[in-house]
């Protein structure tokens, strides 16, 4: 069975997506690297649920919290910043995040900022990205 990918021309609008946020605490996304990072063949991106410039410190200390949960290992080419972003609609479960980088994007689609952690690593943990080139995300929620 071949993966299809996945399709997003639509997505959630400003008052959605501060609905859909209400008590996400944060998201990861997995999915496969360029071929050539061998090392690092797995693209992490980390969208936590806040709106501030993080300090230096407790940037460090979330990063390596998160490296450690999830046996992440080997990270490379590390951003670390406040950035917009957007949600797509599909055929999955929960919104696709949307790291919105082209500033024709950040104008077209519907977003908000969030302080994301975007690199590659690697894990033995997140297999469908690294032997099956498969992208997926998964939301944790506050336990309130």
Request: net charge negative; hydrophobic share 40%.
């Amino acid at each position: 069975m071949e993966a299809k990918a996945i399709v997003t021309d639509e997505y959630l609008d400003h008052n959605e997506i501060q609905e859909h946020l209400k008590n996400v605490e944060y998201i990861i996304m997995a999915a496969p690297a360029p071929s050539q990072f061998k090392e690092t063949p797995i693209h992490f991106t980390l969208f936590l649920h806040t709106q501030q410039t993080l300090p230096k410190e407790i940037q460090d200390a979330v990063f390596e919290k998160f490296l450690k949960e999830n046996s992440i290992k080997n990270p490379t080419q590390i951003m670390a910043k406040l950035m917009p972003v957007g949600f797509g609609k599909s055929q999955q479960e929960t919104p696709m995040p949307l790291l919105l980088v082209k500033k024709e994007d950040q104008f077209s689609i519907p977003s908000a900022p969030m302080f994301v952690f975007d690199f590659l690593a690697d894990s033995d943990n997140f297999f469908e990205a690294k032997t099956h080139a498969l992208t997926g995300w998964t939301y944790s929620y506050d336990q309130d």
